[in-house]
């Protein structure tokens, strides 16, 4: 069976490595093609070599651009490698440019697509994500749903038939970096004098916080002004917008530095006090390392997270009382699943070729 990966940004780095290597144990034919979404060394190589995933086979190198030229040029380049390679499957993860891309790209040479990560909604359709979900969705052949609330939403959209609960491949890499690096100290914590403990770490990058100055404004100056130190990993889009906007990140009250690797993020995590982000993925990955999470938006695709009191959704005035609240009730809940999603993905795929 030949597998073709399509992937470009960060997220899809995380849940590009389980697959990778459960296809490699199995003797699995997997392509994987890079787009070149997130271009930025911290935002791409780095994972690759950090979580051993073998070194993308095509790199599109597409760069940054609006959504269309973006995608466009996406579509036009991985329409060509599809045709080369002739895969029984492409695989698109997520919800970027990428996702929608690989997915249009295979359907109109009728190859067939699975969505991993597929049904997850915000029902903000002003979020390109969102547009990319759901078109995606509706393309592809076989829907690997990460959570029983992600099938809901499928089966709402007529979709049940083609999908299947696998549980979330990005819980599987957590899990296995968590355990390697519990009990280690985060070397930020030198670097920027603080304690385990009495941090959080942030990030911001989505185009509805980022893209309005003055909303930007009211985040910087909420971050700032909180009660303990705050790590804002800056996502470059996020340096981009404050310099158009006049904003200088570097206050009191922030410590402002370039992106981490994943292994460094899940340390500094695992030691904060919380998170505040607009990042879906970090959301999640605060849930499962059971740190708080205060995140800057009006609605979350991981409702799991807000349910069971992890995780606040906040606009900027509310950002000071949801980093300084109190630890939430502990759960051993698992919505996310177990770790072993890559086998549950992979023996899906085999069993929906050999119907076919």
Not at 96 to 110: D, E, I, M, P
Not at 176 to 187: D, K, L, N, S, W
Not at 204 to 228: K, Q, S
Not at 284 to 304: H, I, M, S, Y
Request: proline share 5%.
């Amino acid at each position: 069976m030949r597998i073709l990966s399509v992937v470009g940004a960060r997220p899809q780095f995380v849940k590009l490595a389980p697959i990778a290597a459960e296809c490699a144990r199995r003797g699995e034919d997997h392509v994987i093609v890079h787009t070149g979404q997130h271009y930025d060394p911290m935002l791409s190589d780095v994972f690759f070599s950090e979580l051993d995933i073998p070194a993308p086979d095509v790199h599109l190198g597409i760069g940054s651009g609006s959504h269309g030229a973006q995608t466009g040029a996406m579509l036009a380049g991985l329409e060509t490698v599809i045709g080369e390679h002739s895969p029984d499957w492409v695989l698109v993860y997520g919800d970027t440019n990428s996702t929608l891309a690989g997915a249009l790209a295979a359907v109109k040479q009728h190859v067939r697509v699975a969505h991993l990560e597929a049904g997850l909604r915000s029902f903000n359709r002003l979020m390109p994500e969102e547009h990319n979900r759901v078109l995606t969705d509706h393309a592809a052949d076989l829907l690997l749903a990460p959570t029983e609330v992600a099938a809901d939403h499928l089966a709402a959209e007529g979709l049940a038939g083609r999908t299947v609960v696998v549980g979330d491949v990005m819980t599987d890499v957590l899990l296995t970096i968590a355990q390697a690096v519990r009990g280690e100290r985060p070397r930020l914590l030198d670097e920027l004098g603080l304690e385990p403990g009495g941090y959080s770490v942030a990030t911001i990058h989505r185009a509805e916080n980022t893209d309005d100055p003055v909303r930007l404004a009211a985040i910087v100056e909420a971050l700032a002004a909180l009660d303990h130190p705050v790590v804002l990993l800056a996502h470059p889009r996020l340096r981009a917008r404050a310099d158009a906007a006049g904003l200088d990140l570097d206050t009191d009250g922030l410590l402002v530095r370039t992106p981490l690797s994943y292994r460094d993020l899940v340390t500094a995590v695992l030691s904060a006090r919380g998170v505040i982000t607009d990042s879906g993925g970090l959301q999640k990955e605060a849930f499962e390392l059971r740190v708080p999470c205060t995140t800057v938006r009006t609605e979350t695709e991981w409702v799991e997270t807000v349910e069971l009191g992890w995780n606040v959704l906040v606009g900027p005035d509310g950002i000071a009382a949801a980093a300084s609240r109190r630890r939430p009730a502990p759960t051993d809940v698992r919505p996310y699943g177990d770790g072993q999603a890559a086998k549950q993905v992979l023996d899906e795929l085999s069993r929906a070729r050999a119907e076919s």
